[in-house]
Structure formats: C-alpha cells, structure tokens
C-alpha cells in the first residue's frame, strides 16, 4: 500500500517557502487562494512515511486569460522541484464560458501527478 495520501486542506505552507527560496521572495503569489476571486482547482497529496509532498496548482503570465496548471515535488530534502506534466495551457474565459477546457487542463496535470507518485498504471 502507497504511503501518499491526498491532502485536501489549504495547500501547504511549505510550497510557498520552498518556490520563494528558490525563485526569489515575492513570487509565488498564484499559490495563495486569497489572491483569487474565484476558487481555482488545486490537488495535493503528502507522503506520510518520507514527508514529500506534491501538488497540482494554477499558473498564469501577467495577462489575465493565459493559464496553466503545474505540478510540484516537495522532495524530503527541502528542494521543490517543477514536474513536466506536458501542455497545461488554456484561456482563462470570461463570467465561466468554456470551463471545459479548466477542467481538461486540471486532469491532464492531476493525471501526470498521480502516474508520478503512484507510476504509470495508476492511469
């Protein structure tokens, strides 16, 4: 049996200390949900046994429509790594049209996160 576990509180505080450490202080604003009007999709999972976490949070660039999603590995170590999980990308729409492809994007990167802890036939 998998030691990870999903984690469905408030995302980790050790995300954000992790990303500012490593990109600079400042920077990690997207993995606040107080920033959005809106709740965003977000997955997460810890690894009881080593204290791993990973998780599936929402990116964008400075415009308001380009999204993505992507996945982060908080080894035990006290890295953060950024996982490839493919094309996460679609256009935020206006007043919720086109949620499909949110949603779309959201599974692709919540697919790619579980094939990473759990492997690949977890599919």
């Known amino acids: 049996m998998s030691a990870w ?22 920077t990690a604003p997207f993995l606040d ?25 929402p990116m964008w660039s400075d ?7 992507a996945v982060f590995y908080l080894p035990p170590a006290g ?14 729409a206006r007043h919720g049209e086109n949620i499909t492809l949110r949603n779309d994007a959201f599974k692709k990167a919540v697919d790619h996160a579980k094939a990473f802890i759990f492997g690949p036939e977890s599919q």
């Open 79 to 92: 890295d953060i790594w950024l996982l490839r999980p493919g094309v996460t990308d679609y256009l935020e």
């Open 5 to 26: 576990r999903r984690y469905d509180s408030l995302l980790l505080p050790q995300f954000h200390e992790r990303f500012e450490r490593r990109w600079g202080k400042g």
């Open 63 to 69: 415009d308001d429509q380009h999204r993505s999603f």
């Open 33 to 57: 949900p107080e920033v959005h009007e809106q709740p965003m999709p977000r997955a997460q999972w810890i690894n009881v046994d080593t204290g791993a976490a990973l998780a599936v949070v």
